[in-house]
């Protein structure tokens, strides 16, 4: 497993390059296709697991972020909560915690000064969905 800064750094290019796949009308394979350098492996995997599950990623956060639909939200702000979701539902050795913090921190750093909270909201919500947390048994 890849040490904190390195998955933290990953998640950034990630987002990085989910955006410009956006704004370019491409998808992340095709854009990254162009690269002269390949991206890190962690990025690859959260690219191509956005990608892959693009229609149940959108289909849940429509689901969670309550009063708005994907398409309008901030496109900072989607492609953080897409990242996010896919490592939540396809990255189950990522602690659930550590997927929100770093999606937060992202929303702060690179969105609006709202998007810190609504990026937590969304992913708490979701994350109960999909991350139940065993109950305990015995007393």
Known sequence: MAPAGARRQARERALGLLYEAE?????????VAELPVSPDPYVLALLEGVELHAAEID???????VGWQVERMPAVDRNVLRMATYELIGEPGTPTAVVLSEAVELAKQYSTEDSGRFVNGVLASLARLVRPVPSSAGG
């Not at 289909?59 to 972020?65: N, P, Y």
Request: net charge positive.
């Open 59 to 65: 289909r849940l956060l429509g689901e969670h972020a």
């Open 23 to 31: 704004v370019k009308g491409q998808r992340p394979g095709e854009l």
